[in-house]
């Protein structure tokens, strides 16, 4: 499967964003979906997560109440709406595919990525 990440920009502190990340290809029902970020010098960090079926969801402490991940089966899309954004969010955002039925934390656990978009978050 490829995916194909978007909707990364510059928004002030408070403000939101949503991106989407779309897959071609067949069975992207059956692939749990991850949200990762990554800054410059530090290691791609786990955000959040959501089962195949959208079923089940999974967040990382700091963005919880804040974050929202969904997804589209029909549309190919998994989606993570970003609200409250602060300077710390800023990163490089990668969705991700795996095959269940867990929710993985580990980038080393997703076999597809998508390519990765901006997020800045000025104060």
């Known amino acids: 499967v490829q995916l194909q990440a978007s909707g990364g920009g510059l928004v002030q502190v408070g403000g939101s964003l949503r991106l989407s990340c779309t897959a071609s290809g067949r069975a992207f029902s059956s692939y749990d979906m991850g949200w990762f970020r990554q800054t410059p010098g530090k290691e791609r960090e786990f955000v959040g997560g959501?089962?195949?079926?959208?079923?089940?969801?999974d967040y990382v402490d700091f963005v919880k109440g804040r974050f929202t991940i969904s997804r589209n089966n029909f549309k190919n899309t998994v989606y993570l709406q970003m609200d409250n954004l602060k300077p710390e969010d800023t990163a490089v955002y990668y969705c991700?595919?795996?095959?269940?039925?867990?929710?993985?934390?580990?980038?080393?656990?997703?076999?597809?990525w998508g390519q990765g978009t901006q997020v800045t978050v000025s104060s």
């Open positions: 991700a595919a795996r095959f269940g039925p867990t929710i993985r934390i580990g980038a080393n656990e997703y076999s597809f």
């Open positions: 959501i089962s195949y079926n959208g079923g089940r969801t």
